[in-house]
C-alpha cells in the first residue's frame, strides 16, 4: 500500500495524506486494513510519505496484525513506481498491492484473492473510460496485453481499480522491471509502467467486474462520491 496527497486534494489534505480523509467517521486507511484482515492477510507493510507521523499516529491506535511502515524519503519528487520498489525489497512472498486512495467493499478484494491466477489485476469492465483512468488491454483467456493511462478508451477492455496480486516469482519479475525504471532515471512513472513491461513477457491476468461499488479519491467530488453513493451501497449489501 502507498500513502500519497493528490494535487487536487491538496487544500484538505495539506494536513495529512489521502489515506486518512474520513468516510463515516473511520479514515480510508482503517477501512482498508479491515477489508485486507477479512479476506485473511495477516502481514500489512505501508508505505508512507506526506505526513508519515499521522499514519504512524493512527497505526498505534489499531488493534491486532502485524502491520509495519516503510518511509519513502522521496515522496514529493518520485511517483509511486518508487514506493512499489521500496516495498518489495522487503517482500519475500505472494502479496496483494492495494493502493491507498482506493475506497471499495471486501467482496472486491476477496475476489482477486480468490480468483485462480496467482498475478493478476482487478479491473472494472463496466466503467465509462476516459483519458485519466489506468485502462487496460486484456487478450484471449483474460491475459494481460498492456496497462497505461495512454490506451485510447475504445480501445481498452477496463480499468485497473488499484489491486493486484503477485506470486514470489511475479513479484521479483516486477521488481527487476521497477529496478530498471529507478536505474534510468524514470521515477516520475506510475508503478502501473512496470507492470507494463511484465505483462510483455510474463503471465499476468485480468479478475473482471462489473457493477460493485468503488471509487478512487483524486479529488472533492470522488470523496463526496465516496460519503454519498459509494458508502451507502457497501452498507447496504
Known sequence: MAAGVGRRLYPLTKDRPKCLLEV???PLLSQILENVREVGIKETLIVTGHRAEAVDNLLNTLPGG???TIYNPHYAEMNNCYSLWL???EVRDDFLVYNSDLFCGQDLVRRIVEAPPRDALLIDEGKTLGREEMKV???EGDRIGQIS???PPTQADGEYIGIAKFSRPGGEKLKGYLDHLINEGEVDQFYEAGIDLLAQSYPLYGVPFRGEPWVEIDDFADLEKARNQIW???KES
Open 149 to 151: 493511462k495512454e490506451i
Open 66 to 68: 502485524s502491520i509495519r
Open 232 to 234: 451507502p451501497q457497501l
Open 24 to 26: 463515516e467517521g473511520e
Open 137 to 139: 488491454r486484456l487478450e
Open 87 to 89: 516495498a518489495l525489497k
